[in-house]
């Protein structure tokens, strides 16, 4: 009986979070509960102006607005199940429910990093080749190429999920993580796992590395193009345009790799702080990313401000205020 118990099929998981923690749960969950709403007001804001505002009317927009939007897929795929879980002294969640929100945590994370890519390509459009930029990043152009972002970013999760769905898992099912994050679940598995870690290095080749080769690449010759340009004023009005989307960059991949490339603690002291502070640092990825990407565009772009204002504007005449 002991033996049957051991290896039947696991039907839920357990999800860790903070339960080591229990002081820092209720502290964690204000935290992360005002910072959602944020997420949603801010990027609802973007998503808005960039829409209603024939001015936004242009590539650059309508990627900053997926962006926008995806922030929010993202937030929302994890979020709530993170709150649910600082309150739930059993932190359960069923085995399909698991994997459908590591396929949209997956997917969406996957998408950002494509899209980042893009938007790296069409800031070196149109800096330098401003005369082209109508022809090339046309409506034609880059509808397509948001469209392709978002469908390489769920083909890839598709795959990814459906190879960890396959695999057997029986025993232990306590997931050290507040999400159903894809490492997490893999590790506990009861078999050979070397085809899907073999499927993850090529998965982040395709979809971290080449994004950040095509933004290195577009900046060098971005930032080539800018010290060309004779004005101060010139100079700085072409970084003006790039900056915010800089920004973002840096914070996305800067965090990713702060995630995965530090060493591993081998004290068993030091490797429980380090477990804290890997799950601290997924939060900040997950949550407070998406909540700086509004903020930054936001105080760095003068046409998203005052589109904002104009929409303000717009409400109050409205209700006659």
Known sequence: ????NQTSPVTEFILLGLSAHPKLEKTFFVLILLMYLVILLGNGVLILVTVTDSRLHTPMYFFLGNLSFLDICYTTSSVPLILDSFLT???TI??????????????????????LGMMAFDRYVAICNPLRYPVIMSKA???????GCWAAGSAASMVQTSLAMWLP??????????????????????????????????TNVIF?????LLIFVSYVFILATILRIPSAEGRRKAFSTCSAHLTVVVVFYGTI???????KSKDPLGAD????????ISLFYGVVTPMLNPIIYSLRNKDVKAAARNLVFQRRSSQGW
């Open 1 to 4: 009986m002991e033996s049957a």
């Open 89 to 91: 002294p059993r932190k």
């Open 94 to 115: 069923p085995f399909s429910a698991c994997f459908g929100q590591m396929f949209l945590s997956f997917a969406m994370g996957a998408t950002e990093c494509v899209l």
């Open 141 to 147: 152009a880059y509808v397509p190429m948001a469209a």
């Open 169 to 202: 898992f029986c025993g232990n099912n306590i997931i050290n993580h507040f999400t159903c994050e894809i490492l997490a679940v893999l590790k506990l598995a009861c078999a050979d796992i070397s085809m899907n870690v073999i499927s993850m290095g090529v």
């Open 208 to 212: 971290l590395g080449a994004p950040v």
């Open 257 to 263: 790799l702060f995630m995965y490339g530090k060493p």
């Open 273 to 280: 702080k380090q477990d804290l502070s890997d799950k601290l």
